[in-house]
């Protein structure tokens, strides 16, 4: 058998590491009534799910109290403890967004009661010891649902136990405000303190589901990638994960301050009509704001507000910029996959196009204008925009829109290349590309636009039907069948052992430092192969975009 057949098969892992999923109730379970779904008893008290195509799906699990009232904005406490039976078979609410991008998350809610997980089990014997993956959903940290991501392949193929869950997003989860911060408690991250919350939530129920609370993989994408690496920075995560995937963008620059972000949430406070007050009535002010209130302040439907940061240097969630503990090697060293797809910028301008009127896709003369704006002004040094504009010239390509999206793709995707580097000596790194350029395109048709692959057209090849939270779901081909199984073999081998291959270095070999080596996996159809990190920079003129870096 060859390589790449290894890398798609979907059953027995060589040396008997991994066995086709079967389901079995686990001993002494209890039903609800006759014919109804398996139950689990959870620290909190028992839930009853329910059994899709031979996996149990359990929804819509609290895993931590409502983050309301004295709650908001502070650091997430255990789930109230219930009596009988909870239902979990459908979602949870999704958390409060305002900025959908498009059809990329949403709908527009205010819920603030969404701190829900949703656990995907083959086998639901407790001995049973199944690696477990702990999904981020992407979306900026300002939107997203875990209910667009049905982790059942993940669970039946691989064998394994896939958890999803919703975390606090825009201002509900990334806040500074001087008279909230000073309250003694972990403050400005609560969206990473939710995330770390269902990975205690893992440690401690994930048995009764099947799953191995010693292996634990986290995973996510976009911004779930970043996530994925800040979990990875965060000593409150330290040992509650084994092996961590970061799908599009790893984080590799630095995050606000905590002086930075304090002044800007000031000025959300004033907004939000509690700028008079200071210290206990300011925080009260605060809570007591509609969540109606504080959405609207977070932004419009397709682009977030001034207010809106993100994660932030606190100094104890992340106690140091992600550039410095990547070079210094403090962080959690655990095997790590990294990549990314090949046109992760025609996202941004999809949604550009998604809401102009009439839509249209740009024209060489915005093309030109973006970068004489972009490129002409400090940091960048005189003459760089005449520099891109040769580099990246239009004559080179066959629309604006893809001389933009090579445009705007290649930086980010070089400094993930260069932090495969960084990381090489220090952890197993496995480096990929996605590059099927026909996926599906959950956006609407739109004129003259080509999707290509799409910063989160990757998604749907792990997660069946996937589509952007309102978008249209699409079937893949059958080329894009296998190279979903194949992914997917690869992702679950990779939470069973820590190698994409389960063992040896074939067909995805461990990235080295040497940067002639063949070692970045192609993800494409019809078939799976490999480039040097030499030929990646190249392509994407690496050189060009560190030399703006360095000076």
């Known amino acids: 058998m060859s390589n790449m057949a290894i890398l798609g098969r979907t059953g027995r892992l060589r040396a008997g590491l991994l066995v086709a999923a079967s389901f079995v109730l686990p001993f002494g379970a209890a039903a609800a009534k006759p014919g109804s779904g398996p139950v689990v008893q959870t620290a909190s008290g028992k839930v009853e799910g329910s059994i899709v195509n031979n996996v149990a799906e359990f929804l819509g699990i609290p895993y931590a109290a409502p983050p309301v009232g004295d709650l908001r904005w502070a650091p997430p406490q255990a789930p109230r403890a219930w009596n009988g039976i909870r239902a979990a078979t459908s979602f949870g609410a999704t958390c409060a967004q305002v900025t959908t991008l498009g059809v990329f998350a949403g709908p527009a809610n205010n819920n603030e009661d969404c701190l829900f997980a949703n656990v995907f089990t083959p086998n639901l014997q407790s001995t049973a010891k199944l690696p477990v993956i702990v999904w981020i959903h992407g979306g900026g940290n300002l939107d997203g649902e875990s209910s667009d991501y049905d982790g059942s392949k993940m669970a039946s193929q691989g064998s394994t136990v896939v958890v999803t869950f919703n975390y606090r997003l825009n201002l509900m989860g990334f806040l500074a405000v001087p008279s909230l911060d000073t309250e003694g408690h972990n403050f400005g991250n609560y969206g990473l303190l939710d995330q770390q919350a269902v990975l205690n939530w893992v440690r401690q129920n994930i048995a009764n589901f099947g799953g191995d609370p010693n292996n634990v993989t986290v995973g996510g994408q976009s911004a779930g990638a970043e996530d994925t690496g800040l979990a990875m920075l965060s000593p409150l995560a330290a040992g509650l994960f084994q092996r961590g995937i970061c799908e599009s963008f790893c984080p590799t620059g630095n995050l606000p301050t905590v002086p930075s972000a304090e002044a800007i949430g000031q000025q959300f406070a004033t907004a939000a009509g509690c700028g008079t007050k200071t210290g206990p009535a300011q925080a009260r002010c605060l809570r007591e704001v509609p969540a109606a209130v504080v959405e609207a302040l977070a932004g419009t439907a397709s682009a977030a507000s001034a207010y809106v940061l993100g994660p932030i240097l606190d100094g104890t969630v992340i106690p140091v910029q992600p550039p410095t503990a990547w070079a210094t090697g ?61 580099l990246y010239s239009l004559a080179n390509y066959p629309s604006a829109q893809i001389a ?105 070999p461990v990235f080295k430092t040497n940067p002639n080596a063949s070692d970045v996996l192609l993800e494409n159809v019809p078939a799976l192969s490999t480039e040097s990190a030499a030929q990646f920079n190249s392509s994407h003129n690496c050189k060009f975009w560190a030399s703006l870096t360095t000076g």
């Open 404 to 508: 933009w999206d090579r445009l705007g793709t290649d930086p980010g995707i070089c400094s993930q290349m260069a932090l495969n580097t960084t990381l090489a000596s220090q952890i197993p790194v496995y480096a990929y590309l996605f590059n099927d350029q026909s996926p599906p395109f959950y956006f609407p048709r739109m004129p003259g636009f080509t999707p290509l692959a799409y910063h989160t057209s990757d998604i749907q090849y792990l997660f069946p039907l996937y589509h952007g939270g309102q978008g249209t779901p699409h079937n893949l081909t059958g080329d894009q069948v296998t190279l979903s199984d194949q992914l997917v073999a690869a992702w679950t081998r990779f939470a069973w052992t820590g190698n994409p291959n389960g063992v040896g270095n074939a067909p995805w």
């Open 330 to 390: 403090q962080f959690t060293h655990l095997p790590l996959i990294n990549g990314n797809v090949q046109d992760e910028q025609d996202f941004s301008l999809a949604i550009t196009e998604y809401f102009s009127s009439p839509r249209q896709p740009p024209t060489n003369a915005q093309y030109t204008s973006h970068v004489a704006h972009t490129y002409s002004t400090p940091p960048y040094p005189a003459g760089t925009a005449d520099k891109i504009l040769k």
